[in-house]
């Protein structure tokens, strides 16, 4: 099957710093990746719908100033964490939708972030 | 936009019994409905999904069941085993757009 690597799996950082996590689609095109937020024993949060060469689609409540989404490539989008505070701290989990018209989102295997 | 409810939020079951997992959405233009299988620490993973022209699906223990009129549908476990003890997500699209995600369901089962 579709498979999504995200990287890094989990990073520690500074308040104030910010931290950079990829969401790759490895062998499959990816028009749309998500990235979704998930606390502890919560359901998937969507933060944002990226799609390949436009602007993301922020879902209300979520600061795109803060939360840099970039999906460069029909097979990356990254997520910037800009000036990262310890309410940051999460599971973020990104997906991708295959570009051959599919409906079937693949997960990558998450980054845990630590902002001490 | 799409709203989907999740019940129950827990369910415990001994091994060998049937568990059920119903959902049910408010967007009557949803036509894809998957269900996914977290494990702690682990990315959700696909383990069955319905289109809206079908109203019933199954995968060896697992089926899945649709009804458009009432806006619902159920995941089916039968002959639960330990391994199947997970967190389950449905999960409703409608068209080409976002998936809208249940709550959650902690499933155990116990042995």
């Known amino acids: 099957g579709a498979v999504v690597s995200q990287h890094p799996s989990w990073v520690i950082c500074k308040s104030g710093t910010s931290v950079k996590i990829e969401c790759r689609s490895l062998d499959f095109q990816a028009t749309t990746m998500f990235w979704y937020r998930q606390f502890p024993k919560q359901s998937l949060m969507l933060m944002a719908t990226s799609n390949e060469g436009s602007k993301a689609t922020y879902e209300q409540g979520v600061e795109k100033d803060k939360f840099l989404i970039n999906h460069a490539s029909l097979t990356l989008s990254t997520l910037t964490v800009t000036s990262a505070h310890p309410e940051d701290s999460s599971f973020y989990i990104c997906s991708a939708r295959d570009g051959s018209g599919g409906k079937t989102q693949y997960f990558g295997p998450g980054t845990r972030l630590l902002v001490l | 936009g799409e709203n989907v409810e999740q019940h129950p939020s827990t369910l415990s079951v001994q091994e060998g019994d049937s568990a059920v997992i119903k959902c049910t959405y408010s967007d009557s233009a949803s036509n894809y409905f998957p269900w996914y299988k977290q494990e702690l620490g682990k990315r959700p993973q696909l383990i069955i999904d319905?289109?809206?022209?079908?109203g019933e699906k199954k995968d060896q223990r697992i089926a899945v069941t649709l009804n458009k009129t009432a806006k619902h549908f159920s995941l089916h476990i039968t002959e639960t085993q330990p391994e199947d003890s997970a967190v389950y997500f449905c999960a409703a699209l409608p068209g080409a757009g976002k998936s809208t995600f249940g709550d959650g369901t902690t499933l155990t089962v116990k042995p």
């Open positions: 319905i289109r809206s022209n079908v």
